[in-house]
């Protein structure tokens, strides 16, 4: 499979605390990129990091990419209870020779964040 | 503020019906997909186009054809709908190549009884 695979499944902190959560793949990517869904709602873009870049932020939010390693995180730092969805990672994989833009979606991260 | 707009947020159908599901985006983007979700399957691609006119199946296309006749429309389309088609589905669009990540519907969740 060419999916992304995030780990770990679930992760249940307290208000303040960091979120870490990880994501690994199998294939070449021209980039990765997070999304969060909200309980029965689409997925809202996060972040997009390119297969030359280490380290991306965007507010509150961190992403790394270990090419070598294929593998990447996502911290989101001072969590709130807002911060309640399911993160996903996705990858735009590069051996199938498409330039057509079609991304590979892991299962997600469900993260808790109690008041 | 750019959007993409799912018919319906719920449906039932009966078992044999003939469903569509409508996606319309208004930020001129030439992709357009179709995905389902389903607990514990994560996302899985049903049928994508990355034109007018033009369709690519996924990892999942059986019992369901699409209709790209409008850029900004994208249909898909349950000839004969079956109970194991009831689930979460979910409409995206991006720009060709999918610069700027997917802008996602908020989710048609259908149920086949």
């Known amino acids: 499979s060419q999916q992304g695979e995030e780990d770990p499944q679930a992760l249940s902190i307290q208000e303040g605390e960091n979120a870490t959560m990880n994501c690994s793949y199998k294939?070449?990517?021209?980039?990765l990129q997070w999304y969060r869904q909200n309980s029965g709602r689409g997925l809202v873009h996060l972040i997009l990091i390119r297969s030359n870049e280490r380290e991306k932020h965007s507010g509150r939010l961190r992403v790394t990419l270990d090419t070598s390693k294929k593998s990447s995180s996502l911290l989101i730092t001072a969590s709130r209870a807002a911060d309640t969805a399911s993160y996903f990672c996705a990858t735009d994989a590069r051996d199938r020779g498409s330039t057509l833009g079609r991304l590979y979606f892991g299962r997600g991260t469900q993260l808790t964040v109690w008041p | 503020d750019v959007k993409v707009t799912q018919s319906s947020r719920y449906l039932v159908k009966r078992t044999g019906e003939k469903v569509f599901l409508e996606c319309v985006q208004d930020?001129?983007?030439?992709?357009m997909f179709w995905y389902r979700q389903d607990p514990g399957l994560g996302l899985r691609l049903i049928y994508f186009?990355?034109?007018?006119?033009?369709?690519e199946k996924g990892d999942i296309p059986e019992g369901y054809s699409v209709s790209r006749e409008k850029k900004e429309r994208f249909s898909l389309i349950l000839e004969s709908a079956s109970t194991n088609q009831t689930s979460m589905y979910l409409c995206a669009s991006s720009l060709l190549g999918g610069r700027g990540g997917y802008t996602f519907g908020s989710g048609t969740r259908l149920t086949v009884v």
């Open positions: 930020m001129d983007h030439e992709n």
């Open positions: 186009s990355y034109d007018v006119k033009m369709k």
């Open positions: 294939t070449s990517i021209n980039n």
